[in-house]
T-cell receptor, first 111, second 111 residues
Framework: AQRVTQPEKLLSVFKGAPVELKCNYSYSGSPELFWYVQYSRQRLQLLLRHISRESIKGFTADLNKGETSFHLKKPFAQEEDSAMYYCALLANSNSGYALNFGKGTSLLVTP | DTGVSQDPRHKITKRGQNVTFRCDPISEHNRLYWYRQTLGQGPEFLTYFQNEAQLEKSRLLSDRFSAERPKGSFSTLEIQRTEQGDSAMYLC?????????FGPGTRLTVT
């Protein structure tokens, strides 16, 4: 069964502190993972895709197949990073690449 | 083209009424997805179109739900005989590859 787990509903950090948003997955095939972000009153938008291995807004995420994890990290959090973050797993075959989302983690960066 | 659009943004209806939502994808995108999101959850896949063909439906999509994409462009999602449990945010996304772009959603409240 495919499953995405984000164990923290809420994560609060101070501005300038490192932040790590956890994501674990279960999938029998070769996983393809994404991070989506939703800022207040905005639509869901793609933040990172593991295949691209790029850094967006200072965030990075590495796929660890041994630990089945895809944690999102940023060395120095900014107040504008406060948002809802969703980890998502791409489900292949009949679903035409439908996304399987975790429940999300709300990140709050305080001054 | 300013991205995926959805109409209406909000809908309040009485239990037992029928409702219809519309999604206009990004014009060159051949894939269109519908998701549902309830409070405290990530988006859950409902159904998927490639061009005008509906290729996959989730078990979440009961017989009261129907979706169409008649000309491979915009899509409609209809819920018949609405129930209070249908209250949720209904999200539409479109893609040309594996990266999905989301609309702002339609928030349905069933009273």
């Amino acid at each position: 069964a495919q499953r995405v787990t984000q164990p923290e509903k809420l994560l609060s950090v101070f501005k300038g502190a490192p932040v790590e948003l956890k994501c674990n997955y279960s999938y029998s095939g070769s996983p393809e993972l994404f991070w989506y972000v939703q800022y207040s009153r905005q639509r869901l938008q793609l933040l990172l895709r593991h295949i691209s291995r790029e850094s967006i807004k200072g965030f990075t995420a590495d796929l660890n197949k041994g630990e089945t994890s895809f944690h999102l990290k940023k060395p120095f959090a900014q107040e504008e990073d406060s948002a809802m973050y969703y980890c998502a797993l791409l489900a292949n075959s009949n679903s035409g690449y439908a996304l399987n989302f975790g429940k999300g983690t709300s990140l709050l960066v305080t001054p | 083209d300013t991205g995926v659009s959805q109409d209406p943004r909000h809908k309040i209806t009485k239990r037992g009424q029928n409702v219809t939502f519309r999604c206009d994808p990004i014009s060159e995108h051949n894939r269109l997805y519908w998701y549902r999101q309830t409070l405290g959850q990530g988006p859950e896949f409902l159904t998927y179109f490639q061009n005008e063909a509906q290729l996959e439906k989730s078990r979440l999509l009961s017989d009261r739900f129907s979706a169409e994409r008649p000309k491979g462009s915009f899509s409609t999602l209809e819920i018949q005989r609405t129930e209070q449990g249908d209250s949720a945010m209904y999200l539409c996304a479109s893609s040309f590859s594996k990266e999905q772009y989301f609309g702002p959603g339609t928030r349905l409240t069933v009273t």
